[in-house]
């Protein structure tokens, strides 16, 4: 059974969020389909948290060595923290942490972070990486305004069944609202199987997976030395 690792909650509903264009866009198959839109429909019905934010608040909480639910135990932490872009339902949660910092996306610029060296203990973004032209230059960035022993927790979409590539020269693919397309929703990376290794080649020390009903929602843990 699902546990919510936001509130603690274990009922869960499912809503359908895909849309006929963008699985054409995507050329996924039917049961692809049917875990994208478990990981973005299927959510708490207590608190409204997805899976996909639910595997980030798993990661958030493994990393902090905390106790479940997140909403019990972040208030306490001390960790200085650096969101960038709105982590779904965790916004609202991560904002009442006592130390920290919100950077909007795209006003914020991932791959220039504003921010020095060390900064911060962990940095979480969600389904933000995909829409950035340079994603390791982005995850460097991450890496370089965290203090040693620090983390970047994240999530981006991902199909398990096949390899990363870039969407260069396919036609303009956008997350968001169907019909409503804006530049900071344009799919620059659609991501695969192999996602855990772009932490690596940016300069992070070790990775971790952490999944929530497998292959529904997946998270990454990137950790510095």
């Not at 546990?3 to 509903?13: A, D, I, L, P, Q």
């Not at 972070?113 to 829409?131: A, N, Q």
């Amino acid at each position: 059974m699902t546990t919510c690792y936001v509130c603690g909650g274990r009922e869960f509903v499912e809503q359908t969020v895909l849309w006929p264009e963008l699985v054409a866009e995507w050329a996924i198959a039917p049961h692809e389909v049917a875990y994208v839109d478990r990981q973005q429909g299927k959510r708490c019905a207590a608190c409204g948290t997805n899976l996909r934010s639910n595997a980030l608040a798993a990661a958030i909480l493994r990393h902090l060595a905390l106790a479940a639910p997140l909403n019990a135990s972040l208030p306490s932490s001390s960790a200085r923290i650096l969101e960038l872009n709105e982590a779904g339902t965790l916004h609202a949660l991560l904002a009442h942490s006592p130390h920290y910092v919100y950077g909007a996306f795209p006003e914020v610029d991932m791959q220039r972070l504003p921010y020095p060296d060390g900064s911060f203990d962990l940095v979480i973004h969600s389904d933000t990486l995909e829409h950035v032209p340079q994603p390791l230059r982005a995850l460097a960035e991450c890496r370089r305004v965290l203090m040693p022993g620090g983390a970047l927790c994240y999530t981006v979409p991902v199909i398990v069944g096949r390899l990363s590539r870039r969407r260069d020269g396919l036609p303009p693919s956008y997350h968001g609202a169907p019909g409503t397309p804006r530049d900071d929703h344009l799919v620059i990376s659609e991501y695969g199987a192999d996602m855990w290794t772009e932490p690596l080649r940016a300069g992070f020390s070790s990775v971790e997976v952490v999944a929530v009903d497998y292959p529904d929602a997946l998270a990454i843990i990137a950790r510095c030395q």
